[in-house]
């Protein structure tokens, strides 16, 4: 599976960021986190944007974002947790490169989530509980799922590197 292209997907917490970083370093690509930018684009991070201007708001920043980086190759993208979920979003990415789905537990999103009020959707447990079933079936679109649970990004890059041979 040959790409120039691929998009880290999976919840919260799961370490697409770092992991997207590692794999970027290794494969001497670039990296973009779309959260990060989001919030350069908008002067104001992700939880500003959702207190002041909603979930609906933001996500349509994050549509125009992914749309905006399509032209842009030889690159490893760290998505949002929610950003897979919207079906046009998951269209483009799996039309654009590989998806790559970092799939942790439940348990091991709550130990690593700070509850500092970074991450909006992270403060109702609850409500995060049943968002995180609610994605599992939107993560299953992926072309590769990785168990991220136990292992460490550079272990997790090398999987990546070996399943994808790039």
Same mark, same amino acid.
């Given at each position: 599976m040959?790409t120039d292209?691929?998009? *880290? &997907?999976g919840?919260?917490?799961?370490?697409? =960021?770092? @992991?997207a970083?590692?794999?970027?370093?290794?494969?001497?690509?670039?990296v973009d986190d &779309?959260?990060? *930018?989001?919030e350069?684009?908008?002067?104001?991070?992700v939880?500003?944007i959702? =207190?002041r201007r909603?979930?609906t708001?933001?996500?349509?920043?994050e549509r125009?974002?992914?749309?905006a980086r399509? /032209? @842009?190759?030889?690159?490893? &993208?760290?998505t949002?947790?929610?950003?897979?979920?919207d /079906?046009?979003n998951r269209?483009l990415i799996?039309?654009?490169?590989?998806s790559?789905?970092?799939? @942790? =537990?439940?348990?091991? @999103?709550?130990?690593?989530? /700070?509850?500092d009020?970074r991450?909006p959707?992270?403060?109702d447990r609850s409500g995060?509980a049943?968002l995180?079933?609610h994605r599992q079936g939107?993560?299953n679109?992926a072309?590769?799922? *990785?168990?991220a649970g136990?292992?460490?990004?550079g272990?997790l890059?090398?999987?990546?590197?070996?399943r994808?041979?790039?």
């Amino acid at each position: 599976m040959r790409t120039d292209k691929i998009y *880290l &997907v999976g919840f919260m917490g799961a370490g697409k =960021s770092t @992991v997207a970083r590692a794999l970027g370093t290794k494969l001497g690509w670039r990296v973009d986190d &779309v959260d990060d *930018l989001i919030e350069q684009r908008e002067g104001m991070t992700v939880a500003d944007i959702f =207190s002041r201007r909603g979930e609906t708001y933001f996500r349509r920043v994050e549509r125009a974002v992914l749309a905006a980086r399509i /032209p @842009v190759r030889h690159t490893v &993208v760290a998505t949002g947790g929610g950003t897979f979920v919207d /079906p046009a979003n998951r269209s483009l990415i799996n039309g654009d490169g590989v998806s790559i789905w970092l799939d @942790v =537990s439940l348990t091991q @999103v709550i130990e690593r989530l /700070p509850r500092d009020g970074r991450r909006p959707l992270a403060t109702d447990r609850s409500g995060m509980a049943r968002l995180f079933r609610h994605r599992q079936g939107a993560y299953n679109h992926a072309h590769v799922r *990785l168990d991220a649970g136990a292992a460490a990004a550079g272990e997790l890059v090398e999987r990546i590197i070996d399943r994808l041979g790039v």
